[in-house]
């Protein structure tokens, strides 16, 4: 099917919305003692998507600003040098501007903007002069890769996806059931209605002409839902041919496989071909080498496990030879882009609680590129040139220019130095404590701001979610560990089993083991910090989100008093529930290790017989609850049923409820009710 994409260099009066929202900037601030607040928190920008300009002399990035007033955020555009001179913001719109990047040789900017009423393609000058809208696709686009040439570009739009009502009964336009034959009926926080294909059109004198959908017919995804995107896209660089990442399954088939492939459509013939046939684990991040002669994507092995080691693949489009280039490596790879010898690639990877960038050669010879006590989250390299977004548990995302043959990296955005010159800064710490089977467990300790060992502080023991999630050196705006600390506790946040950073062994040990050695993980970590001085051991708490909120249900039932307070948010509370409530059944049946009726499992009666809602009995600590309705990856009802049951054995207990919030809490006013209900439960019990 050929779609129009009914396209003139529009001006940008052309179309606008009725109702234009009070332009959200920059927030003004005045931080009282040093201490940060929820307010201070979510007053901070936030740096994402940095781009070179082909020159590698400038740098494009976008910062999201936030109203609390408004209850809603605005994402700018700026550009600086990569030497830290000539920022400029070069976007002020009240609606926001995505996924920007250079085109014309670094003479203007493509984004995303939903300005006319709908998220459309725009372009403007370098210096934000002369915007125009480009595109008027009916389904609006969510992203776009323009071919090396910029004489086609990709787009994804949501298609419709599976039957209404109305399709099946037109006498029924306002009914509102629906029918459901199949699973994946629902994910994340939506039911499934539309999914995202990519299209494909040309692009000439300014305007895109017909677009092409290349999965036209097919009910798949790609990118693939929840958080994929145009990452999972790569042109060839002669523009005749387009890598994409996809899971070709529907309904129970999608629901229990990770098994995603790596395509080629080639224009001309418009065929498809399946470049990692037989490769059964979860193949994404397609990059052409330059030249064309490689092509690069992350690999894992294994199907149904989410949690695989990330590899990183390459493979000669000339013989077919496939290859892992990190087999020697026993971290994953988050992140990868090719030099311009095509020769090695710059790669993002976490080692021991540390998020850095590394090279590898197409011979396995692998360097540390940057050092120190940060998180990179992106790079983007450029004529020699890098600029990488870093964050810490003390600093939110800022930009550095990075020089790849030293290291050293150059702080070139300073879009929070404002509220951070008026903050006193917590320090983390890292500590490494025996566990009771005689491993040595990285633990991050975060100290108050003005810490004094004098003095005797409670402390709260971080349990991390995922459950296949590093605890390194990350910043949020929810589990902030200096709000924490400026709320003064000691923050005891352990890199228990069962996450990645420190080896594939490690990191497995907790599939089938939920309740188990990384429980006693949890616990040599807080009973090592509670010997110390400084910490009131009467005076502990434990929090956590997600595999994080079942851990602090765990412990509830298993604690032995050594805690006064609990916080659980979004977190599994019956096991047995949740294995037919999530939907993404391949992560229940590799973690749990299968179904509870199959009496034959003994890893899956292992899982469910560590149910927290089992040890219910045993609860004896005030504890609060917090989930949202829209989480269908682990359902309210089981924050729910953990409130009940607390309030039924007569254990002090709240709960905090979002109709309009999924496994996270992305609105801003939620986000400051969830700080200011979590730091009065903790007073209440632990001060």
Known sequence: MVMSVLLGACSQETKKTDEIAPLIGRTEIKIPGGI??????????????VKLSPDGSKALYGVTFISIEQNRGNRELFVVNTDGSGKKQITHTPKSEQNAVWIKGGNEIAFLSAESGSSQLWTMNADGTNRRQISDYKGGINGFLFSDDESKVLFISDIKYGTRVPDIYPDLPKATGRIVDDLMYKHWDEWVETIPHPFIAPFEAGRIGEAVDIMEGEPYEAPMKPFGGIEDFAWSPDGKQVAYASRKKTGLAYSVSTNSDIYLYTLDTKETHNLTEGMMGYDVMPSFSPGGKYIAWISQERDGYEADKKRLFIADLTTGEKQELTSGFDYNTDAIQWLPDGQSLYLIACKEALTHIWQIDLHKQIRQITTGTYDYTSIHASNGKMVAIRQSMERPSELFAVDTTTGEATEISFENKAIEEQLTTAKSVARWIKTSDGKQMLTWVIYPPDFDPGKKYPALLYCQG???????????????????AANGYIVVAPNRRGLPGFGQEWLEQISGDYGGQNMDDYF??????????YIDENRLGAVGASYGGFSVYWLAGHHQKRFKAFIAHAGIFNLEQQYLETEELWFANWDMGGAYWDKSNAVAQKTFANSPHLFVDQWDTPILVTHGELDYRILASQGMSAFNAAKLRGIPARMLIYPDENHWVAQPQNGILFQRVFFDWLDKWLK
């Not at 040599?524 to 001085?533: L, T």
Request: no cysteine; proline share 7%; aromatic share 14%.
């Open 524 to 533: 040599s970590a807080i009973d090592e910090m509670a010997k110390e001085p």
């Open 466 to 484: 995922g459950p296949q999630s590093t605890v390194s050196q990350f910043w949020s705006y929810r589990w902030n560990f200096q709000i924490m």
């Open 36 to 49: 940060m607040t929820p307010e201070a928190l979510y007053s901070m920008a936030r740096v994402s998507d």
